[in-house]
């Protein structure tokens, strides 16, 4: 009953609106939250029933769910969507999905403590515990190096030990599967009238052309031709910057987080998305 009178007490004096608005890693944070206690378990659990009851036991090699994630990424009117903010953003995905592994591992760790596996299983736990708890974005495990330990674990439990909760193994080699180093795929979103701007500023720096009397296709002929790199660092506008930045963050994401961390660019509201998706 004390216990009741407080969470009542405590409900009657928080405020149901925020004094600050979210900023977008907030609201992104938020709703990491749902990725490692719902979908997580969930998305697993559907995938394994399919495995068991449908496919015979047999391995389903491609990720039947794909998450997306669209805070930290949005930039279409946002913002307050920087480029800092989309990497901190994709930091915590990887973060979070390294530490649900972490904790499948150390449970896994007190049951398959049998000679040839308890060693392996105890070096993956490290290596997961040190690139969650212990690196600055440093990780100390590949995403194949994992898998193809957890395959090898395995292996032995079904050769040596009578396949000692192989389907706990199972179940975490499905999460692998589906949601790699990266939990969700985070979109890159932005308005084409920015990058229609972002363009011709490109076009009018690195060249002596007249921007106003050029087609589209002319700018993306010259862009894709005229051995240009652009650099944000160039160009004095704010949005500009940003945009060749979010552009660069692809391939930095990508390489921290594998190649699903970052894979869709949506440009959106323009007859000419065409055109602009041949230079990005």
């Not at 090699?61 to 903010?85: A, C, H, M, Q, Y």
């Amino acid at each position: 009953l004390l216990g009741i009178k407080q969470l009542l007490a405590q409900l009657g004096k928080t405020p149901f609106i925020q004094n600050e608005k979210p900023n977008p890693y907030d609201e992104a944070v938020s709703l990491i939250w749902y990725l490692e206690n719902v979908f997580y378990e969930t998305a697993g659990e559907m995938v394994h029933y399919l495995e068991k009851n449908l496919f015979n036991g047999n391995s389903i090699n491609n990720p039947l769910i794909k998450l997306g994630f669209w805070p930290g990424g949005d930039r279409d009117g946002n913002p307050f969507v920087t480029t800092e903010i989309t990497l901190k953003v994709a930091d915590r995905l990887r973060t979070s999905i390294l530490k649900c592994y972490y904790v499948e591992m150390r449970n896994l760790k007190r049951k398959l403590t049998f000679p040839g596996v308890d060693t392996l299983v105890s070096e993956l736990e490290q290596k997961l515990y040190r690139s969650v708890f212990y690196s600055k974005g440093e990780i100390f495990i590949t995403l194949d190096e994992f898998r193809k330990q957890l395959k090898k674990i395995r292996s032995i439990i079904i050769e040596q030990h009578q396949s000692l909760y192989v389907d706990q193994l199972d179940a975490l080699l499905i999460k692998v599967n589906l949601f790699g180093f990266h939990f969700a795929t985070l979109d890159i979103r932005q308005d084409s009238r920015i990058h229609q701007k972002v363009i011709d500023e490109i076009v009018q720096k690195y060249t002596d052309k007249d921007v106003s009397s050029l087609k589209n296709s002319e700018k993306v002929e010259i862009l894709m031709t005229g051995n240009i790199t652009a650099n944000p660092d160039d160009f004095e506008d704010e949005i500009t910057r940003e945009t060749l930045k979010s552009v660069i963050n692809v391939k930095k994401i990508q390489q921290s987080n594998g190649e699903r961390g970052m894979h869709r660019y949506i440009i959106s509201n323009s007859d000419t998305v065409e055109d602009v998706m041949n230079v990005f």
